[in-house]
């Protein structure tokens, strides 16, 4: 053992010296050794052992030993050191005894397995005992994580009612796995977190589905458990559903207990819980106390909504100084995004230009241009608001606004104010002043000089001074050759110059610069509608449909579309969804009642009519179809109310006085028809079909008046009879005089003296045809009875009701560009432009 060194235990490195090169390992010099030469060439050649005894274990009293008996140490004849023995005075940690996997001899029955794959395969593991205790307490606290994460899923994807089931079952389970806990007396603690997220969402999910006082006593119950830690912070949950429940005491109160509770280290947290006392204050009309309040907030950490909120109520309590101090506070507040430059390559370097493409509209850039978007949304709302406030007069104040913001960062505003401005004046009727304001842009740069030449000819289209609008709408294209607007606006010109070929590539050329511009595909529509090409005006109204699901403007165009294309089935599938969206529209309900008409179902003809002349009761054609369905169908009385409605609408056509009379002569009231007769006799002493009822009258009910009216009967029609020979005596001389005039130069002057029997003849088929044109024009009065016909019913057929398109803009006028995209049930709204911001 005094050549074997053990390694100590405070050495540094246990294996120093280890890979130290050592001649004598060098394989090149093999040939040379000559011990290593002979154990080649003798199969029974040994080798010097290299093996030493091994101290500390059972072997360490006796030398080691091989298959082939007892090893003497021997030196090699090189002089190659044994392993575990001292080289040079250099310690080395000892190795295995020999190689493994294998030996110089082979044993019998044995193969080479390092692996030990000849013993089988492994037994299988030990089942783990489910019985006991520990175990199913852990199973049921896994069950519990599972339902609380599916009550969470399912809340994500909208599905509350399904979240609050879980929400429940895992409460129930966690009330049951602490009873088992009880029961059993283990001695490991409570779960107090997993306690904590069953009933946090718990209550979370009752106040999603509006049970808001289950969700109050939920948050009671964690509130007043000292063992959760941070759980005073749900008193702000607590203040946000008494703020629902419009109880704002009580959420002053917690918002307040809540605040007390956070420290001062959480900064952001409690911002966002003063921003919600002010807003309850400002709910509650206390606007000094959210004034307080907020400008607490703009002291220590201003931000664009609380800013907006102090200009609110200043504005309510009508301070004009704080007004504007508090907007100038509004425009100085620093978002925190960079410039735009960054976003702009700078050299010609790929790796950078690639970079800067990548960060271009990733999701931080979004989130920059919202919150861009929103303080100029605060800022253009703030102006218009006060501008009238803070001066005698609005537009000095929308002049210090626009001063103001021309200072900030905010210096593109400045122009868009300039417009709101002569928006402004539109509202008040002030047309002159808007124009006048619209005209200043004329000299400034491209965009503001194009969006206020698209609204200057928008203003001039509406006053109908199509020359002016066409003058403002070239100069906007020519400002910026791809505003939408400007080419839409240029289109409905041509559209009402009746060049449709040319409008329909001006809103082609609106499409391309802007696919969803609404207002130039439903102008295409309805001029491929005037060109005829209902097959292209169908795809373009369809196309719009997907855009504005709601349009009950498109849904019209639609159904008119497939009424023409003779597809009353899809016409009228398409008119009930428009009263899907717009279910008091009387225009859709008779022109869906007069489609059933059509197509013979009277049971659906007369309730959607009726439900129109209960909407508008004033539309005549409703009026008249309702009333002579009542004749058609024998039930006079009922056809009487409408007469009284029409009579009233036009009280200088006897026809609807007539029809009354009839109804009651047909329903047996003879008096009364009676009466109603000599009243139209008062107002209308010519009418001859009236006359002619009363002598009918008169002689069934044997009256004296009988010989009264039948003179004045005989003088109606004898002067009616002179008027007509006039007019004939007057249109024959008139054709006299024009193949006279024609026929000058070759007629002889004896021929000019009479007509010639073709003439007359010509004149008579002339006549004629002129008086059956006049009865097809009189249809409805023909549909009266005559006077020796008193009890037959009229046609209904003959009196029918026609639709007027009311629901677009109007029946084939295009829409305006720029409009709101908004439309209501009768007509659409149109507002000045597209590129203003909203309100």
């Not at 009746?498 to 391309?512: G, N, S, T, V, W």
């Amino acid at each position: 053992m005094e050549h074997v060194h053990l390694a100590a235990e405070d050495e540094d490195d246990l294996y120093s010296g280890y890979n130290e090169y050592n001649p004598v390992f060098d394989a090149d010099e093999l040939e040379n050794d000559v011990g290593f030469q002979q154990a080649v060439k003798t199969s029974y050649g040994r080798r010097p052992p290299m093996t030493a005894k091994i101290p500390g274990t059972a072997l360490a009293a006796r030398p080691l030993g091989t298959s082939f008996g007892a090893r003497v140490p021997l030196a090699s004849s090189l002089g190659r050191p044994t392993t575990g023995a001292v080289q040079d005075g250099a310690a080395r940690p000892m190795t295995a005894v020999r190689a493994a996997g294998y030996s110089s001899a082979v044993r019998k029955g044995f193969s080479f397995d390092p692996l030990g794959q000849s013993k089988g395969p492994a037994p299988p593991l030990e089942s783990k005992n489910e019985d006991t205790p520990e175990e199913k307490i852990k199973q049921m606290e896994k069950k519990i994580y599972e339902l609380t994460e599916e009550s969470c899923m399912a809340h994500s994807r909208g599905d509350l009612q399904l979240a609050l089931e879980k929400a429940k079952e895992a409460g129930r389970k966690e009330r049951a796995l602490t009873r088992q806990r009880e029961e059993i007396g283990l001695a490991a603690p409570v779960n107090w977190d997993l306690t904590f997220s069953v009933l946090f969402n718990l209550a979370i999910q009752h106040a999603a589905n509006d049970m808001y006082a289950e969700a109050l006593n939920t948050y009671q119950v964690i509130v007043k458990n000292k063992t959760f830690s941070n759980a005073g912070r749900l008193k702000v949950n607590m203040a946000n559903i008494y703020f629902k429940q419009r109880n704002y005491q009580k959420a002053i109160k917690f918002y307040r207990m809540a605040l007390d509770q956070i420290p001062n280290t959480h900064k952001e947290m409690r911002i966002k819980i003063m921003q919600n006392i002010g807003i309850v204050f400002i709910k509650m009309g206390q606007y000094s106390d959210a004034i307080t309040s907020f400008d607490q907030i703009m002291s220590d950490s201003p931000n664009i909504k609380t800013a907006f909120n102090l200009i609110l109520c200043y504005f309510a309590i009508g301070d004009r100084e704080n007004m504007k101090k508090a907007f100038q506070k509004l425009i100085s507040v620093d978002l925190g995004i960079g410039e735009e430059d960054k976003y702009i390559p700078a050299n010609d370097d790929p790796h950078t230009n690639l970079v800067i493409e990548a960060i271009k509209n990733d999701q931080l850039r979004q989130m920059e241009r919202e919150k861009q978007s929103l303080a100029e949304k605060f800022i253009m709302t703030s102006a218009k608001l006060i501008a009238p406030a803070i001066e005698t007069s609005f537009a000095a104040g929308f002049d210090w606004c626009v001063d103001m913001v021309k200072t900030s960062q905010y210096t593109e505003l400045a122009n868009d104010l300039e417009i709101n401005k002569a928006i402004t004046y539109l509202r008040q009727r002030d047309f002159s002043k808007a124009v006048e304001t619209l005209k200043m842009f004329e000299k400034k740069d491209s965009r503001v000089k194009s969006a206020a030449a698209t609204n200057l000819s928008f203003l001039y289209f509406l006053e109908n001074d199509y020359g002016q609008a066409d003058r403002y709408a070239d100069l906007a294209i020519v400002a910026d050759r791809y505003n939408s607007a400007a080419l839409v606006n240029k289109g409905n010109i041509v559209f009402v110059n009746q060049d449709y070929e040319k409008a329909a590539e001006f809103y082609k050329d609106a499409l391309r610069n802007d696919s969803s511009c609404t207002e130039a595909l439903y102008n295409l529509g309805l001029t491929y509608k005037k060109l005829s090409r209902l097959g292209e005006a169908l795809d373009c109204f369809l196309k719009l449909h997907t855009i504005l699901r709601n349009s009950a403007q498109v849904m019209f165009q639609l159904a008119t579309l497939y009424e023409i294309l003779d597809d009353p089935n899809q016409s009228i599938d398409w008119l009930k969804q428009l009263l899907s969206v717009s279910p008091t529209d009387p225009q859709a309900l008779a022109k869906l009642g007069e489609l059933y008409d059509n197509e013979g179902d009277k049971s659906q003809a007369i309730q959607y009519y009726y439900e129109s002349f209960r909407y508008f009761p004033s539309n005549i054609e409703v009026i008249e179809w309702l009333g002579a369905y009542y004749i058609d169908t024998q039930v006079c009385e009922k056809a009487i109310p409408y007469f009284e409605r029409a009579t009233l609408i036009q009280p200088t056509q006897a026809k609807w006085q007539l029809m009354m009379a009839s109804c009651y002569r047909r329903s047996g009231n003879y008096q009364k028809a009676l009466e109603t007769y000599k009243d139209i006799h008062r107002r209308f002493p010519e009418n001859i079909e009236c006359l002619r009822f009363l002598v009918r009258l008169c002689t069934d009910m044997g009256l004296k008046e009988v010989q009264e009216y039948a003179t004045k009967l005989k003088k109606v029609e004898k002067l009616k009879e002179i008027r007509e020979q006039r007019v004939k005596s007057g249109r024959d001389g008139s054709a006299r005089g024009r193949r006279e005039g024609s026929a000058s130069s070759v007629i002889s002057p004896e021929s000019r003296l009479s007509p010639s029997l073709e003439q007359v003849k010509d004149s008579g088929q002339s006549s004629q045809g002129t008086s059956a044109k006049g009865e097809r024009l009189s249809a409805k009065l023909k549909a009266l009875p005559g006077a020796n016909e008193p009890y037959e019913a009229s046609s209904n057929k003959e009196i029918d009701a026609s639709y007027v398109d009311r629901l677009g803009p109007q029946i084939d006028r295009p829409k305006t560009a720029p409009q709101k995209r908004k439309e209501d049930d009768d007509f659409a709204d149109e507002e000045l432009g597209d590129d203003l911001l909203p309100e």
